[in-house]
């Protein structure tokens, strides 16, 4: 259903990694990747990014959004298309909660979306995430949908 790219394995390093940087809110960790995510990014020149968004609760709580923030400190252009409702933390709920939660994910834009999305998260674990917002690009009329995370 997606085609899907991961920077790095997820495993203990990676797990500790993003303890610091999303939940105890180490924002100088998204640059720590930032040469590598330019590089590996060079690759969807045609393709608009489009980050994962998080709720306006959790940018509230943290201050941030973890994945503009690794774009932002990578100098990667983006467009911010994309709105989440408040729902349960991802990180917090087993593999078949995630993958039976309903689409939280809608547009915040009326304007055109172009024709190739490339869509960015952190991590993918389950794919739930980028399968619900590929499903909505779709259904809006993107032709191209590709998918990239750090880690996996």
């Given at each position: 259903m997606v085609q899907h790219q991961a920077l790095y394995r997820?495993?203990?390093?990676?797990?500790?990694y993003f303890k610091h940087y999303k939940f105890l809110g180490d924002y100088l960790l998204?640059?720590?990747f930032a040469g590598e995510l330019r590089q590996a990014l060079k690759a969807y020149k045609d393709y608009t990014i489009v980050p994962v968004p998080v709720?306006?609760?959790t940018l509230l709580d943290r201050g941030f959004n973890q994945v503009t923030g690794l774009l932002e400190g990578a100098g990667i252009f983006y467009q911010d298309c994309l709105s989440k409702e408040e729902a349960a933390k991802q990180s917090h709920l087993t593999?078949?909660?995630?993958?039976?939660?309903?689409?939280?994910?809608?547009?915040a834009t009326e304007q055109a979306l172009p024709e190739r999305v490339l869509l960015v998260d952190d991590v993918y674990t389950t794919g739930a995430t980028i399968v619900?917002?590929?499903l909505l690009f779709h259904e809006k009329g993107v032709k191209d949908v590709k998918t990239f995370s750090l880690a996996r």
């Open positions: 997820y495993n203990i390093a990676m797990r500790d998204r640059e720590v709720s306006s609760e593999r078949q909660e995630r993958l039976a939660l309903k689409n939280h994910y809608s547009l619900s917002i590929a």
